[in-house]
């Protein structure tokens, strides 16, 4: 399994994310031609770097809006300067170095959420971004009360922006990064000036986005927001705030803005997961290896007015939209009416097709969704021949050895049929060629 793992020593921002998954490896002409697919009616070119933080060499990215070079979100620019802001076009926590040009055009959640929809992306890329948004919309929506349709983005919902976070979906899609993983975060502190008056240093939007993925902090003596929203938030969806044991196969760095008294980089180290490949020569050969935690979502709501047929048909829907388990769990509600509670549990990169699905085919108006973890073991399959045919496997691998073959239910049935005898006599013959795979030999 392909992974990566994000070193925040000195934070994270959407723009060094992105520079760091170019400098990893995916070419600039790669990324243009995926973000043509959105079909943004703004002009905007892209370009990439190389520069010194302190004694590191990085990439650093730059987007031109139109003839103006337009700054990016990173705090790390900010070096304590009077800053001219236009209001209106700056999100709350973007504050800049220079006068920020203003946007013709800016874009609230749902429309956001409609233009990924519409775009030619891949079904795996418009996943992982929508994620990113919908965080970063609940995060927003919370901070001000208000609903996350009417959420409206500034910066966040620029081009620039947009570019950050389809963007960092589109390098993960393109590497080939299955599962992604953070350090712990460091905290700034101080304040900066927005729209709103003087904040405090993290943004409200990114505590909540961090508080919501329960991220491991760490105290840092830097007077400057470290985190942004958005860089926030691309963790929020997509990482698992731990470091895993892997085999280092690339690294990618990605610079901020700002000059600190460290190398002011994010380190994006790719590798593959310690667990063992299953060899098809050779089943008992499997190396070493561990149960893992995965980091999830639990998607849940509570439903007392949609018809059984119904709720038959959104299980189906959302397991063939990617979600791991669903179930259903009989409660009462208020005035002691029978109710049911959805439960689904998915890949953090799923939570937005998924929340939505619910939304479009069961009666609810919300649900609540909480990060978990499982421990899972490695599967792999195998076939077996058996005097009424060839029978599928599916093995469970713990420690680098096969300790568990289960035949397949479906196979094992229509061979029964076939041959006219009882299932668990097909069962018996599966599970006898089953027990050379799973018993240990020298």
């Known amino acids: 399994m392909k992974i990566a793992y994000c070193d925040c020593f000195s934070g994270i921002s959407g723009d060094m994310f992105l520079a760091a998954l170019l400098d990893a490896g995916m070419p600039?002409?790669?990324l243009q031609a995926q973000l043509a697919l959105l079909k943004l009616p703004e002009h905007f070119e892209i370009s990439l770097s190389q520069t010194h933080k302190g004694a590191l060499v990085a990439s650093l990215l730059e987007i031109k809006l139109g003839e103006h070079a337009h700054a990016h979100e990173h705090e790390h620019d900010h070096e304590g300067h009077e800053h001219t802001v236009q209001e209106h076009t700056v999100h709350e926590h973007m504050v800049q170095e220079h006068t920020v040009q203003v946007h013709a055009h800016q874009r609230d959640y749902s429309e956001i959420r409609e233009l990924i929809d519409a775009s030619d992306l891949s079904p795996a890329v418009k996943n992982a971004s929508q994620a990113i948004f919908l965080r970063l919309a609940e995060a927003e929506a919370q901070v001000h009360g208000v609903p996350i349709d009417e959420v409206h983005f500034h910066e966040v919902g620029a081009v620039d922006s947009i570019i950050d976070t389809v963007g960092a979906a589109i390098g993960m899609d393109y590497l080939g990064i299955e599962r992604l993983y953070a350090s712990a975060l460091p905290l700034g502190s101080g304040q900066v000036n927005t729209q709103?008056?003087?904040l405090p240093v993290p943004a409200p939007a990114t505590l909540r986005l961090l508080t919501t993925a329960r991220a491991p902090v760490v105290p840092s003596q830097a007077q400057v927001e470290l985190v942004t929203p958005t860089g926030a938030a691309i963790l929020a969806a997509l990482a698992i705030f731990q470091q895993p044991a892997?085999?280092?196969?690339?690294?990618?760095?990605?610079a901020g803005r700002r000059d600190l008294p460290w190398p002011n980089v994010l380190r994006l180290l790719l590798g593959e997961s310690e667990a063992a490949s299953l060899q098809d020569e050779n089943p008992r050969s499997l190396g070493d290896y561990s149960p893992r935690s995965l980091g999830m979502v639990l998607i849940e709501t509570n439903i007392d007015d949609t018809s059984a047929q119904a709720l038959g048909h959104a299980m189906g829907r959302l397991l063939?939209?990617?979600a791991l388990d669903v179930f259903f769990t009989p409660i009462y509600m208020k005035k002691n009416r029978p109710a049911t509670m959805l439960s689904?549990?998915?890949?953090?990169?799923?939570e937005a097709t998924l929340a939505r699905l619910i939304l479009v085919e069961?009666?609810?108006?919300?649900?609540r969704v909480q990060p978990i973890y499982r421990y899972e073991?490695?599967?792999?399959?195998?076939?077996?021949?058996?005097?009424?045919g060839e029978v599928p496997l599916k093995l469970k691998i713990l420690d680098g050895k096969v300790v568990q073959a289960a035949p397949e239910y479906e196979v094992c049935a229509r061979l029964a049929n076939e041959h006219n005898v009882p299932l668990a006599k097909v069962y018996a013959a599966a599970a006898r060629e089953a027990n050379?795979?799973?018993t240990d030999k020298p």
């Open 362 to 367: 069961t009666t609810t108006f919300g649900m």
């Open 344 to 350: 689904v549990i998915a890949r953090k990169s799923d």
């Open 246 to 254: 892997m085999t280092m196969t690339g690294l990618g760095m990605g």
């Open 196 to 198: 709103h008056g003087l």
């Open 377 to 388: 073991a490695e599967r792999a399959f195998r076939s077996v021949q058996t005097e009424y």
């Open 320 to 322: 063939s939209a990617g």
């Open 28 to 30: 600039l002409e790669h």
């Open 436 to 438: 050379e795979l799973t």
